[in-house]
């Protein structure tokens, strides 16, 4: 069966162009020109995800957004903008959006993020997942089940995809979630870029794109406590660890 894509544009000309697209690409497209419209469209016929642009009038994107995770609604969320300050995307993922494109992109890009999207709300074998691999000094400390996984003082329920730092829960976003998956599954271990985004995205964006930190800044804000060890940590050149200094 097709996936069903809700898409909501108030710009008609990008509105229209990103609907036959997504339709020759094999989606089952439906179009509306504002967020009252999308909000109505995802309560009466829910998606597999739902691509939105920021900017729209009334209700807009990040709006539509915030009511969606409010009613416990996880269906992941692309968001479209044209706001470029990493603020600006954060305030999309903090709205509970999965993943963002920014103004004018190309189609193919759109077309990469939502298949990441979609591959990742698939099922998939318990205790799978995108590590590669915990052996090495690091990776000694993680322990794996089949539904859980931990290291670091970071504890996640991979079913009922929760997680926790010491007893405090961590809010994450879908991508939010599998990206911290990815660093506990391989404690101890720096991840470059391009692993990150294959496991993360399923598409190196280049080494112009500021997408992976992006996340990992916002994931950081989550992860910190006061007076705690930083978990994450920055390799200059290389990419990403997990591990309590």
């Known amino acids: 069966m097709p996936q069903n894509v809700l898409l909501a544009e108030d710009d008609r000309a990008i509105r229209h162009a990103l609907e036959r697209a997504l339709t020759l690409e094999g989606y089952e497209v439906t179009a509306v020109a504002d967020g009252v419209e999308a909000l109505a469209q995802a309560h009466r016929t829910p998606p597999d995800v739902l691509v939105l642009d920021v900017m729209m009038p009334g209700i807009d994107g990040l709006q539509v957004c915030r009511v969606l995770r409010a009613e416990g609604d996880r269906t992941p969320i692309l968001m479209l903008t044209a706001l470029v300050e990493t603020a600006d995307r954060i305030a999309g993922l903090d709205a509970g959006a ?3 494109v920014v103004k004018p992109f190309d189609v193919e890009e ?3 993020r939502l298949r990441a999207l979609l591959r990742r709300t698939s099922p998939v074998p318990a205790g799978t997942g995108g590590a ?3 052996g090495g000094e690091g990776g000694r400390d993680v322990q794996v089940s089949d539904r859980q996984v931990e290291a670091a003082g970071i504890r996640m329920d991979l079913q009922a995809r ?13 991508t939010e979630f599998e990206l911290l998956e990815l660093l506990v599954r391989n404690a101890g271990i720096v991840l ?3 692993t990150i985004y294959d496991r993360i995205w ?6 112009g794109s500021k997408n992976l930190a992006v996340y990992v800044g916002y994931l950081r804000r989550k992860l910190d406590e006061p007076g ?9 050149g290389v990419g990403y660890v997990l591990r309590e200094d």
Do not use: K, M, N
Not at 202 to 207: E, K, L, S, W
Not at 228 to 236: D, E, K, Y
């Open 98 to 100: 999965d993943d963002y």
């Open 110 to 112: 759109v077309f990469a």
């Open 132 to 134: 590669t691999g915990t």
């Open 162 to 174: 929760r997680a926790w730092r010491g007893r405090r829960e961590l809010e994450l976003t879908r």
């Open 192 to 194: 470059d870029h391009s």
């Open 202 to 207: 399923g598409y190196d964006f280049g080494p």
């Open 228 to 236: 705690a060890p930083q978990l994450i940590h920055t390799v200059r």
